[in-house]
């Protein structure tokens, strides 16, 4: 659980600290130092980094030729630099990786509460959360790189001050296995675990 000095402190303000806590526990860590490795569709084992020294390392040896995530939030590292030597320290900071990992996802609800139309309706707010963990998951929504995507900016509305316990789980259970590995696959697998898949209607005529 995550401290709520460090929520206030460093966490994106766009966001509640109920859904920034709720965003940690579904696509992060509680190891700020954590490096998440995967390649090819395969988690490859890692050394656990014990400084933050241990986790820069295996942050550049990686970075640029496997899907990397670092820290708290597990953010994308490698994201807007151009060779791993620009990779800096602040990485698996708790408080910048909380600082940047949530100002990333904040956008990332942004793109995706655009695709559903901006909704006012509070109800819709769990759904666009979900789609939104899964999208930080894999990297893509509705065909879209939403890390390198463009910010559609504004307030996210209508946040849920807690999401139910039950959605949660689905998020958790649903996209964890499908993670960055093969991304246009995958999502097209996501799509009929999330939705309604007709499909299998046509199939059966």
């Known amino acids: ?3 709520a000095a460090l929520i206030q402190q460093c966490a ?3 966001l509640k600290p109920a859904i920034v806590e709720q965003f940690v526990t579904a696509a992060g860590t509680n190891d700020p130092l954590a490096v998440t490795v995967k390649s090819g569709g395969r988690l490859i084992l890692v050394p656990k980094a014990t400084t933050q020294d241990e ?3 295996i942050i550049r040896q990686y970075v640029g030729q496997a899907v ?7 953010f994308p590292a490698g994201i807007g630099v151009k060779k791993a030597a620009d990779l800096k320290p602040d990485l698996v900071d708790p408080c910048e990786n909380l600082s940047k990992g949530t100002a990333m996802f904040a956008k990332v609800l942004r793109i995706v509460a655009k ?3 901006n909704p006012k309706s509070d109800d819709v707010f769990p759904q666009i959360f979900d789609d939104a963990v899964y999208a930080w998951k894999t990297g893509e929504f509705e065909g879209v790189s939403v890390f390198q995507a463009q910010d559609p900016a504004g307030a996210i509305s209508n946040q849920r001050d807690q999401i139910v316990g039950k959605e949660t789980d689905t998020v958790d259970e649903d996209a964890s296995p499908r993670t960055e590995t093969e ?3 995958e ?5 009929a675990g999330m939705r309604i898949d007709l499909s299998r ?3 059966q005529k």
């Open 1 to 3: 659980m995550l401290d």
């Open 12 to 14: 994106d303000p766009s």
């Open 55 to 57: 986790a820069m390392a």
């Open 68 to 74: 990397v995530r670092v820290g708290l939030t597990q």
């Open 115 to 117: 695709w559903y139309g």
């Open 183 to 185: 991304p246009q696959n």
């Open 187 to 191: 999502r097209q697998v996501g799509e």
């Open 201 to 203: 209607i046509g199939g």
